[in-house]
């Protein structure tokens, strides 16, 4: 079976394979959301969890090993400006898409607007997503509140998420760690339930 | 023209009314989300903005004046002990619908996931979404986010919105006022512009 996935104009169009198995009740599809070059760039401060990227690394190798389906969530940004421009679009070495894995883009920070997502969720069986990425209060949550609201029984794991330092409206800046820790806290219960890679490694 | 609203089961289904005039380019519609006798439940806790209701009252108002539309998003809860069951469910005062005014149901914090909004909205040529009501970090930012990532022109009335205290996952208790002020910080750019209610008044 093959499967079109949204992938930007310009780029060479590589049909996504669905496995056989994945029709079955499947474990949790891995989605990895933004794990792109445009991070390390020097416009977007201080960030918090330096491991992410390793733990991320780790999650697909677990994944990989057991034929578990991997999503890899990538931003095509429309704002000449972006960080995501250019070479800022290339995927961080630790996530990089193995051949048969699927890439899905998007170009608003929700993986489920705009995209083929649902119906490729939906093409293979699958019901459960592990998220993780980033930036935590952005793409991550938003696509995890998207996936919640649509019914998918949705976990972020949180140690394998990363933000950066933020001013709010009135002027006051708040670490990465604390914009990390209300995001996270904003989103268990009603959207999805918060775990560390740990329940899965 | 009548469309048929989202209505819970068992309440009685009345067909929404949509004027002519709102097939041309109209004024952004006044969504008012969850302004629901829920909200005054002790189980809450601490909240800020008390002025909340007075100014969806004085929004409401303003839109009625200039013919313009109003949806008001009300929560139906699948949680046999949510607040919102009951006479929870039951709308604030300053908010009650009028007469013709849609009123669209939701089982999950966004006004977008399974319900009939998107059809609504493209059927009255609405593209401009100004969302205000209960609470900051919940269903209003699950419906702002969803709102601006479907492409929807969306503005979120600071101070027509209120939250309560919350607790996050390693115990810290963040007041209202920092979970609201974050919320807005986190909306305001990538899904919808922060304004306040004086813009409009």
């Not at 960030?47 to 990538?74: F, K, M, Q």
Request: contains cysteine.
């Amino acid at each position: 079976m093959t499967i079109q996935g949204a992938v930007p104009r310009g780029r060479p169009v590589a049909p996504l394979r669905i496995p056989q198995e994945m029709n079955r009740l499947s474990p949790p599809a891995l989605l990895v959301v933004d794990a792109q070059a445009a991070l390390d760039d020097p416009r977007w401060g201080r960030r918090n969890n330096p491991d992410a990227e390793r733990t991320i690394g780790s999650l697909l190798a677990a994944w990989r090993a057991e034929g578990a389906p991997v999503v890899h969530v990538h931003h095509l940004p429309t704002d000449p400006n972006s960080t995501f421009q250019g070479t800022g679009s290339t995927t961080k070495p630790e996530a990089l898409p193995l051949d048969g894995e699927w890439v899905v883009w998007k170009s608003t920070p929700s993986a489920f607007a705009a995209t083929s997502l649902v119906r490729l969720l939906e093409t293979a069986g699958i019901d459960r997503l592990a998220i993780c990425g980033f930036v935590t209060e952005n793409s991550v949550e938003a696509t995890a509140r998207a996936a919640g609201t649509l019914g998918y029984r949705t976990q972020v794991i949180a140690d394998a998420c990363a933000t950066f330092d933020k001013r709010d409206l009135d002027g006051r800046l708040w670490c990465a760690e604390e914009v990390h820790a209300l995001s996270l806290a904003n989103l268990n219960g009603d959207y999805a339930k918060v775990v560390s890679a740990s329940d899965f490694l």
